[in-house]
């Protein structure tokens, strides 16, 4: 029987973050080597360009970062479609036919366009391909027929806008595109890590995040001053394991093995919750814990990455590779695509 089919991706406007690890990308690679899939993970450089159309060397660089991130973090292109949204054409063609379908009003009520117009200041100075880009999502979901897109919550109304799509699409020109559902990461630390300044969330634009390319050094200084609990000033002190980012980076990232390993007079989490709970455990304990489990991690990505920043010729075949073998699977649904529609003209009778 076919396998089903994972679709996700990520806009490259800068290095990946420990964040996108937890939120989507330890799971694609689960996903992956699973066997159980068909998974497509793509850089979504077209998308990036819609708020960034002149500032194209950063996209070009993030690009690049990305593509490093991926095979750094366990992403294997054997086992997965990696590609480059720019180089499918027929994805900018499906986005022209779908575009029929959406109006401007529906696309200024989209919750996630809605927070990024005003994030960014655009107001009615939004860029047209800007406020289009969950049409242009629709395309890259639908074209690779995809039944699951792993995806944060915060893309959800995206999701939901292309349900629409294909709805509209399928009721007007026939059964032709497949319905996607959304899979979304079940525990609450990995769904949305905050950064660590404790703010709600990691992102570039706060400076609070851990980034996957980062040396052990920068780490551990990021990790040291992270935000904690601000009531626990002595070790004596009962202390909070609630919005404390350290403990929520520990839900996230420990397991128990990380015990025996590090911290042997601890069987778990939770004893070791209890413990700053009740008080006389103290902060920097706790920190330099975090620290080993983080750098356990991080430590073969960054030999992985360093490999391939020498390979960087490798790293772009794999890329152009993956790109040639998606684009077979996109143009097979815009045949269909236009078929329904009625533009096959030349096709033979
Ligand atoms: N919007 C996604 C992000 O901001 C990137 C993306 C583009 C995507 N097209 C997609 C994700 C299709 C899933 C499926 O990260």
Known sequence: ?????????????????????????????????????????FIADLQAL????????????SLKEVALDYLAAGLDPKKTTIFVQSQIPELTELTIH????????????????????????????????FLNYPVSQAADITAFKAHYVPV??????????????VHSFNSLYGEVLRMPEIMLEENDACKRLPGTDGKAKMSKSLGNCIYLSDDSETVRKKIMGMYTDPNHIRIEDP?????????????????????????????????????????????????????????????PMREKRAYYEEHLDQVYEMLEEGSKKARVEARDTLDKVRKAIGINYFDKM
């Open 50 to 61: 819609t708020d960034n159309a002149r500032n194209p060397e950063k996209i070009k660089n």
């Open 239 to 299: 202390g909070c394991v609630e919005d404390n980012a350290v403990f929520t980076y520990l839900d996230a990232f420990c397991k128990e093995e990380h015990f025996k390993k590090y911290l042997s007079e601890y069987k778990n989490l939770d004893e070791l919750k209890d413990h700053y709970r009740r008080g006389g455990l103290g902060d920097v304990k706790v920190k330099k814990f975090l620290y080993q489990v983080i750098e356990e991690l991080l430590q």
């Open 98 to 129: 779908y575009m029929n379908l959406v109006t401007v009003a529906r696309l200024k009520r989209n919750p996630t366009i809605k927070t990024e117009i005003n994030l960014r200041g655009f107001g009615e100075a939004v860029p047209i391909g």
């Open 1 to 41: 029987m076919a396998k089903k089919v994972i679709l996700t991706g990520d806009r490259p406007t800068g290095k990946l973050h420990l964040g996108h690890y937890v939120g989507s990308l330890r799971n694609r690679v689960r996903l992956q080597n699973s066997g159980e899939y068909d998974v497509y993970v």
């Open 152 to 165: 944060g919550e915060d893309q959800l109304p995206l999701i939901e806008q292309c349900r629409e799509i």
